[in-house]
Structure formats: structure tokens, C-alpha cells
């Protein structure tokens, strides 16, 4: 079967003899591989996500046209899927140089106007899949799902993948989810026998965990086994606050609310992503040019030089980080250079 045959009309079908003959593996995960290959009609690099299509749950031909089709929508908080490649079978989409937001936590120390900021663009791109008409689950939203552009802005990627479905067996998909390594990521009612199925308050919840990460900087239940994730989360049990770190400027304590409240036991009481989306604005805002209000603090040990009314520059006393940010037009551009 072609995995093309059922694409919307709209949909680029891409073949092998469109890319260059150099691909370079990305990464290789239990489900697929990530190749950067350069797509000849554009001269532009992109990503191919190629699948292991043997071991996917539900129908995955119509899944994956789904997931390319709905993302047709562009906004700059998600990835833009260019289309589909039957063989190997694959997903095209932007090619994001910076990898994804898990490995960047683990390597490098985000400063906190960053951290907000990216806690805002997450909230930004999920707002948006959540109003679309219905709404669009991600129901894989991890660290490893964030994707980083050239000047570390997050976006968004693989939602739609993994869909629930009316019929689905749960336990089914519970076992997808966890050997997708999803765990610390799976609301506690997920774990209830009698629950349903997922919603969007499925989403808000992974997002919570997301949230921790780039606060703590740490990986969730870190050496505890499945089981045992699976007892304590169901008991209420959740990440330990006291690992975001002592210098925290005091906006922090409101982004802890948020994420305290985004993993509520009890799903009717998460927040939906339209009323987080503001909260995160303004807290993004208030730490956005340093020196505004605790903020001021942090910088002392930092060196300073402003450069011109809107542009900030900051270097680590080891010189291992630099950042600069520049506000201009109706957007921040914060850039980090790595090393
Ligand atoms: P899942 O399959 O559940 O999404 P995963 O995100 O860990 O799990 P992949 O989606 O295969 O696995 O991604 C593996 C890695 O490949 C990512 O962590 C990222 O570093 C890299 N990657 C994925 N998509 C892109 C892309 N569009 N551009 C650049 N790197 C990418
Ligand atoms: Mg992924």
C-alpha cells in the first residue's frame, strides 16, 4: 500500500530522488530514525522522520496524513511538516538546527528570561493545536517533542502522532505510551481502570512535567521504575518543587502556581491552554529586559554591557554562555551561541 493514497490533495508527495545522496542520521529511536537531507528543489535542509512500521499501534498510514494535513496550518511555534515520503515512509518537515529542548536542559544552564520564554512558546504553540476545530491532542508533549530553530525558539513537533480513538483499547495504548519512554508525561487518571480516554486536559498535564524540566533543569523520576512512577503518580505524588533552583527570580513562585495547578489530581481543576497562554505572557514580560524587578539581582554576577536602547548583552563569568537580546519589532529574538 502506498501511504499516499488516502493524502488530501494539498500534500507534497515527496520521493527518494527529491533529497541529496547525504543523509545524516540525526537520531534512532525504537519507532523511527531522523535523517538531515537536503531536498533538492529547495536547496534547503530539512528533517525526514522515517518509521518503523511494523511496530506502530492504530492505523498509521492515516495517522501520519493526518498529522502532515492539520499541520499544513502554519504558526511559528510548531514545526512545518513539508509533506510525506512513501518510500521509505516517512514525514518531511523543517529541519530544526538546534535539536530538541531534552538535550539543551541536560548541556547547558538556560538563564530565567530564557526558561520563561520558552515555558510561553510551548504554551503559545499548545494554545493554538488545542483551538483548532476540534481541538488537536498532542498526547506526546515531552522534551524530546520540542524542537529549537536557529535562535533557540521552541516549536513544536509530532503532535497528532499518537491518537486516541473511540474503540481503542486502553491498556493498549497505555503500553504504547510507555515504551515510548512517556511515562513521567501520563496524567493519573490514565491509570484509573474506569477512566475513559484521554483529553485536553491530558496535554496540560504533560506540559506541567514539561514545565518542571525547564525549571529544575533536571529529568522527572530520574532511576524509579515504571511501577513505581505509576503508584505515586496515581497517589498525588509529583516532582519535587525544591529542586527549581535558590536563585529564582520571585516571578517564579507564580510559574509554579501554574504548573502546581496544571497537575492537579484532579483533571476538572488544569487550566486550559487559552487562559495559561496570558499568564505565561506576562511573566515572560516582566523578565524580559534584565534589570526589571528581582531579576536586577541575578545579573549582578553577570557582565553587562548595553549596547543601544533595546539590545542587552550578557556573558557568563566563565564566558561559556553568551546571550544577547534584542528587542525589536512586535518580537524578542534572544540568541544563544553554543558551544
Ligand atoms: P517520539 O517518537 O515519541 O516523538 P522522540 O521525540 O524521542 O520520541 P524522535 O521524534 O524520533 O524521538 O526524535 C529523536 C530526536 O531527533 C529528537 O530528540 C531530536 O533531537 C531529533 N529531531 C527530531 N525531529 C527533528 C527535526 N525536525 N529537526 C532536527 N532534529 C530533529
Ligand atoms: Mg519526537
Not at 527518494?16 to 525504537?30: H, L, P, S
Not at 486502553?170 to 475513559?196: C, D, Q
Not at 497517589?235 to 520571585?250: A, I, N, S
Not at 554562555?321 to 524578542?332: F, K, N, Q
Amino acid at each position: 500500500m502506498d501511504c499516499l493514497d488516502g493524502a488530501p490533495g494539498k500534500l507534497r508527495n515527496f520521493k527518494k530522488t527529491d533529497f541529496g545522496v547525504d543523509w545524516i542520521k540525526v537520531a534512532e529511536g525504537r519507532f523511527s530514525k531522523v535523517y538531515r537531507v537536503k531536498l533538492n528543489i529547495w536547496r534547503e535542509q530539512c528533517a525526514l522522520k522515517s518509521f518503523d512500521t511494523s511496530l506502530s499501534v492504530n492505523n498509521f498510514y492515516k495517522r501520519m496524513t493526518e498529522e502532515a494535513s492539520e499541520a499544513k496550518v502554519k504558526i511559528k511555534y510548531i514545526v512545518s511538516i513539508y509533506g510525506l515520503c512513501s518510500n521509505p515512509t516517512a514525514v518531511v518537515m523543517e529541519y530544526m538546527s538546534n535539536g530538541s529542548l531534552d538535550h539543551l536542559l541536560a548541556s547547558h544552564t538556560l538563564m530565567w528570561p530564557k526558561k520563561f520564554q520558552m515555558i510561553h512558546e510551548v504554551t503559545m504553540g499548545m494554545n493554538f493545536l488545542h483551538s483548532m476545530s476540534p481541538a488537536m491532542l498532542h498526547l506526546n508533549l515531552k522534551t524530546s517533542n520540542l524542537l529549537l530553530d536557529d535562535h533557540l525558539h521552541v516549536k513544536i513537533s509530532d503532535f497528532g502522532l499518537i491518537k486516541w480513538e473511540e474503540g481503542l483499547n486502553k491498556k493498549t495504548f497505555l503500553e504504547h505510551l510507555i515504551a515510548r519512554g512517556n511515562i513521567s508525561y501520563i496524567p493519573p487518571e490514565m491509570f484509573n481502570v474506569s477512566f475513559e480516554g484521554p483529553g485536553a486536559a491530558f496535554d496540560v498535564y504533560s506540559f506541567a512535567i514539561v514545565m518542571w524540566e525547564i525549571l529544575t533543569q533536571q529529568r522527572p523520576n530520574s532511576g524509579r521504575s515504571v511501577t513505581t512512577v505509576l503508584v505515586q503518580v496515581s497517589g498525588g505524588k509529583r516532582p519535587g518543587t525544591d529542586m527549581v533552583p535558590e536563585d529564582k527570580p520571585c516571578e517564579c513562585g507564580q510559574m509554579i502556581d501554574i504548573m502546581e495547578q496544571c497537575w492537579d489530581q484532579d483533571l476538572s481543576k488544569r487550566p486550559q491552554f487559552s487562559d495559561i497562554v496570558s499568564k505565561t505572557e506576562a511573566l515572560m514580560e516582566v523578565l524580559k529586559i534584565p534589570g526589571i524587578s528581582q531579576y536586577k539581582k541575578e545579573f549582578k554576577s553577570f557582565r553587562q554591557s548595553l549596547l543601544k536602547e533595546h539590545t542587552s548583552m550578557v556573558f557568563s563569568e566563565n564566558n561559556s554562555l553568551l546571550h544577547y537580546t534584542v528587542a525589536s519589532g512586535d518580537r524578542e529574538s534572544v540568541q544563544q551561541l553554543l558551544r
